[in-house]
T-cell receptor, first 113, second 115 residues
Framework: DAKTTQPTSMDCAEGRAANLPCNHS???????VYWYRQIHSQGPQYIIH???NNETNEMASLIITEDRKSSTLILPHATLRDTAVYYC??????????????FGQGTELSVKP | EAQVTQNPRYLITVTGKKLTVTCSQN?????MSWYRQDPGLGLRQIYY???????DKGDVPEGYKVSRKEKRNFPLILESPSPNQTSLYFC??????????????FGEGSWLTVV
């Protein structure tokens, strides 16, 4: 199963862009990259996902390198409410794995005033 | 509103006393699963269900049972809870287990303490 590597923690100034990197060098061709975040101990919240192309939604942008071995989540204008643990996840899609999400340790993002 | 609902949210129980954590989703999702979250270990999948009457073990199934008699419900059963099952539990669901582009939604979590 593809694993992900993320920095343990990052700081970001309020109003600035937060760029969260993720390494997934063993990702397979049909596996998607997902980003979730968890605020305190609430349920993980979906942010964005992608396969090959860059993606953008109302929350964030996802930049995936051409070789798909790494990606970056961009929160364009971070606010204090974006302080959370951010998980970069490769979704396993083999039938006998049931679409499992493999969570790593995540990046603890602290947005500071 | 699309929801995954878990109950109870908080529970303290004693060793050996059977308990059930319920999970219900209102999105007509086929796929449901349970995770537990422990400090330093992250979230780990316990069991999953591809559809009604179809369940299988995840990475840490020991001490747990599940059932899927209806599409919307996926209860987690601890027949004889032990202190090492003290954890934060999350239920999750998605439209289909296949196809990587199906968003997985999580419930708000159930804090379980076994003393």
């Amino acid at each position: 199963d593809a694993k992900t590597t993320q920095p343990t923690s990052m700081d970001c100034a309020e109003g600035r862009a937060a760029n969260l990197p993720c390494n997934h060098s063993t990702i397979s061709g049909n596996e998607y990259v997902y980003w979730y975040r968890q605020i305190h101990s609430q349920g993980p919240q979906y942010i964005i996902h992608g396969l090959k192309n860059n993606e953008t939604n109302e929350m964030a942008s996802l930049i995936i390198t051409e070789d798909r071995k790494s990606s970056t989540l961009i929160l364009p204008h971070a606010t204090l409410r974006d302080t959370a643990v951010y998980y970069c996840i490769v979704r396993v899609v083999r039938y006998n794995q049931g679409g499992k999400l493999i969570f790593g340790q995540g990046t603890e993002l602290s947005v500071k005033p | 509103e699309a929801q995954v609902t878990q109950n109870p949210r908080y529970l303290i129980t004693v060793t050996g006393k059977k308990l059930t954590v319920t999970c219900s989703q209102n999105m007509n999702h086929e796929y449901m699963s349970w995770y537990r979250q422990d400090p330093g270990l992250g979230l780990r999948q316990i069991y999953y269900s591809m559809n009604v009457e179809v369940t299988d073990k995840g990475d840490v199934p020991e001490g747990y049972k599940v059932s899927r008699k209806e599409k919307r419900n996926f209860p987690l059963i601890l027949e004889s809870p032990s202190p090492n099952q003290t954890s934060l539990y999350f239920c999750a669901s998605s439209f289909s287990p296949l196809g990587g582009s199906n968003t997985i939604y999580f419930g708000e979590g159930s804090w379980l303490t076994v003393v």
